[in-house]
């Protein structure tokens, strides 16, 4: 992903042979389809992921439409890309598909390799954003991620009824993903910015997704 992306496309899945799906993609990857594609590609796997079936998600991300709308015609015109697909659908059952846009948020994602994701249900984006913005920078400075990738983000294509945002924190690893919740969670900070949004937040999900390779 890029700092610059303002849509990124999540296509997940369930993997029944990860090998060959991590096969198959760089297979699809070194085709012109892929090596033309305007944007970055990513595969991630989520971790602890509740009742979602999906185990892993590829993620393209692009700057703009036009990069976007090359994707998809591109796509049409790969004869190489579309059987190599067909041969993914063979060790992958499709979840969901989502086309997603950041509302605001701060660093680059590409740099981080381990994400916590809250799926919410807002029912005042304004008015959440705004206590939002003020309360992630605070707390990145206290608890030392201020050089890490957080923000807030809602597909526009793909939506699911259960949630309307979704909010990422980005981390250097697993390690440090999973330390920083724990001690934003027992934080004050924390206790005050839940009571300011208990009226206009609901937390849906919540779930780890992990970086496992850049094509």
């Known amino acids: 992903m890029a700092v610059n992306a303002q849509y990124c496309a999540f296509f997940d899945f369930k993997a ?14 070194d085709t012109g389809w892929g090596k033309n594609i305007q944007g970055t590609k990513s595969l991630f796997s989520y971790q602890f992921n509740g009742p979602n079936q999906a185990t892993h998600s590829i ?14 015609t591109s ?9 190599l697909g067909e041969k993914l659908g063979k060790f992958t059952e ?17 740099n981080d390799q ?19 913005k003020e309360f992630t920078q605070t707390m990145a400075k206290k608890l030392g991620f201020e050089n890490n990738s957080y923000g807030i983000g809602y597909p526009i294509i793909g939506k699911v009824k259960d949630f309307t945002h979704f909010v990422w924190m980005g981390a250097n690893d697993v390690e440090s993903s999973l330390r920083q919740t724990k001690q934003m969670l027992s934080d004050d900070l924390f206790a005050s910015f839940s009571k300011d949004v208990a009226g206009i937040r609901k937390v849906v999900t919540t779930t780890m997704m992990v970086r496992e390779m850049d094509f």
């Open 16 to 29: 029944t042979e990860p090998e060959m799906v991590v096969s198959t993609l760089k297979g699809m990857m």
């Open 94 to 110: 499709g979840i969901n598909q989502a086309l997603n846009t950041p509302l605001w948020y701060k660093n680059d994602w590409s």
């Open 59 to 72: 993620q393209f991300c692009f700057p703009d439409e036009v990069a976007f709308a090359n994707f998809f």
């Open 75 to 83: 796509w049409n015109l790969s004869t190489e890309a579309q059987l």
């Open 114 to 132: 381990a994400f916590m994701i809250y799926q919410l249900d807002i029912s005042d984006t304004k008015a959440y954003l705004n206590i939002f």
